[in-house]
C-alpha cells in the first residue's frame, strides 16, 4: 500500500488511505469487555432477585443473619468488584490522548 499523504482540510480521500489508530482499537475493546462485565452483573441480579426471591417472609432462608437473596447479592457485588479489579488491572492500557501518541506498554507502573 503506498503512502498518500492526506490534506486535512480537504475531504477528498477515501477511508482505506487512513490508517487506524491502535489506540482507537484498544478503546473498542476495553468498551467491549466493559459492556460484557455489565451486562453479566445486570443479569446475575435480575437472576437472583426473581430466582431465589420468595413470596412468603415467613419461608425465607437465612444467611448470617441477612434473607439469602440479598447475602447472594451481596456475593455477586463482592464477585463483580474483583472482576472490575482484574480487568482494569489485565485489559485496560494507559495510552497517550496526544494527536500522535501511542500505546504505553504494560509492565510495572511506576
Known amino acids: 500500500m503506498e503512502n498518500k499523504k492526506i490534506d486535512p482540510e480537504s475531504r477528498d480521500y477515501n477511508f482505506s488511505d487512513i490508517e487506524p489508530d491502535e489506540r482507537f482499537t484498544q478503546t473498542t475493546k476495553e468498551f467491549w469487555i466493559t459492556i460484557g462485565v455489565?451486562?453479566?452483573?445486570?443479569?446475575?441480579?435480575?437472576?437472583?432477585?426473581?430466582?431465589?426471591?420468595?413470596?412468603?417472609?415467613?419461608?425465607?432462608?437465612?444467611?448470617?443473619?441477612f434473607p439469602l437473596w440479598i447475602f447472594v447479592e451481596l456475593c455477586i457485588l463482592?464477585?463483580?468488584?474483583?472482576?472490575?479489579?482484574?480487568?482494569?488491572?489485565?485489559?485496560?492500557?494507559?495510552?497517550?490522548i496526544t494527536p500522535h501518541g501511542k500505546l504505553k506498554p504494560r509492565g510495572k507502573k511506576s
Open 38 to 65: 455489565f451486562a453479566v452483573f445486570t443479569v446475575l441480579m435480575m437472576v437472583n432477585l426473581f430466582v431465589v426471591n420468595g413470596k412468603d417472609v415467613s419461608n425465607y432462608t437465612y444467611v448470617l443473619g
Open 78 to 96: 463482592i464477585g463483580m468488584v474483583i472482576a472490575v479489579v482484574l480487568v482494569v488491572s489485565y485489559v485496560y492500557c494507559d495510552m497517550d
